[in-house]
């Protein structure tokens, strides 16, 4: 982890993150320490977390920003080419611990992917 000084205020990010079973979206994380961190606070931790490699983000099918723990990763490297699951039903987000096979292309090189997956997850099938 390459954060040089704990503060607050990434301690009470990084809390709710640990806390979450699954990704958390920025909209979540707003509602959650509004009344500890203002706005603007939250988006520039979440922002050095990930440069840090402790975090990686991802979009949803809106637009809508998602945070998840890393594994592994560093302030150089990420190694978070995974799928993200979301459910339609209850609209819980997850890594998914599995490898997706990123083609490689003719003529173009790829620094970065993005692939998430929807439908019902396992609690909402049951």
Known sequence: MGIIRKTLSIDLILNEINASSGALS???LIKRLHEKINKTTIYRVLDKLEDDGVLHSFLDNGGLTWYAKCKGCSKSVHHDVHPH??????GKVQCLETQIHIPEIPNYH???SQILLQGVCKSCNS
């Open 26 to 28: 920025v909209v979540e």
């Open 85 to 90: 699951f979301q459910c339609t039903s209850c």
């Open 110 to 112: 790829i620094s970065h």
